[in-house]
Antibody, heavy 115, light 108 residues
Framework: QVQLVQSGAEVKKPGASVMVSCKASGYTFTGYYLHWVRQAPGQGLEWMGRINPASGDTNYAQKFQGRVTMTRDTSISTAYMELSRLTSDDTVVYYC????????WGQGTMVTVSS | SYELTQPPSVSVSPGQTARITCSGD??????PYWYQQKSGQAPVLVIY???KRPSGIPERFSGSSSGTMATLTISGAQVEDEADYYCYSTDSSGNHRVFGGGTKLTVL
């Protein structure tokens, strides 16, 4: 079964960092870019960046440059997204998405930033 | 930074044709994709590379482009097509992706 399974919900304090994982199965993990997308409650989709799982090369949206790091572990077909210096504006759902046509999406991970 | 512009909302009656537009300067050279998102769910790809439908997507969904404008057409919209629709594409460098602001489709 082709799927991406993300890690569970997180609660963080302002200024902290969060790492979300995304495990691929049913397709060749290193064959296609893995993207990270986020969505604030009631708002639209926002592209954060992508990683080439084969090479580790990354491209980040300008908005997140310097605050986001995307990595992967090919041995376990898992990608990671770490976001630092969290604020309340980072209280959103984070999705990973991949596949040849960016047609495979994870279930989403809710991150809540609250003091 | 690069932007894709969509109308905030479109409304049609069941059985009518719904058209959702997306404008962006790089669209003549970069394929648009379209996603459907229903409340509380992850997005679902309905059109890729301008006009291709993934398996399982009904034939009433189609895509087209002309110049800097891409259009998602739902021919004979159904009540179950009510959702938010997002266009998605790449900037001219090819390294950065962007979503349009989303269009809420109401079918009633």
């Amino acid at each position: 079964q082709v799927q991406l399974v993300q890690s569970g919900a997180e609660v963080k304090k302002p200024g902290a960092s969060v790492m979300v994982s995304c495990k691929a199965s049913g397709y060749t993990f290193t064959g296609y870019y893995l993207h990270w997308v986020r969505q604030a409650p009631g708002q639209g989709l926002e592209w954060m960046g992508r990683i080439n799982p084969a090479s580790g090369d990354t491209n980040y949206a300008q908005k997140f440059q310097g605050r986001v790091t995307m990595t992967r572990d090919t041995s376990i077909s898992t990608a990671y997204m770490e976001l630092s210096r969290l604020t309340s504006d980072d209280t959103v759902v984070y999705y990973c998405a991949g596949g040849e046509w960016v047609d495979i999406w994870g279930q989403g991970t809710m991150v809540t930033v609250s003091s | 930074s690069y932007e894709l512009t969509q109308p905030p909302s479109v409304s049609v009656s069941p059985g009518q044709t719904a058209r959702i537009t997306c404008s962006g300067d790089a669209l003549p050279k970069k394929y648009p994709y379209w996603y459907q998102q229903k409340s509380g769910q992850a997005p679902v790809l309905v059109i890729y590379e301008d006009n291709k439908r993934p398996s399982g997507i009904p034939e009433r969904f189609s895509g087209s482009s002309s110049g800097t404008m891409a259009t998602l057409t739902i021919s004979g919209a159904q009540v179950e097509d009510e959702a938010d629709y997002y266009c998605y594409s790449t900037d001219s460098s090819g390294n950065h992706r962007v979503f349009g602001g989303g269009t809420k489709l109401t079918v009633l």
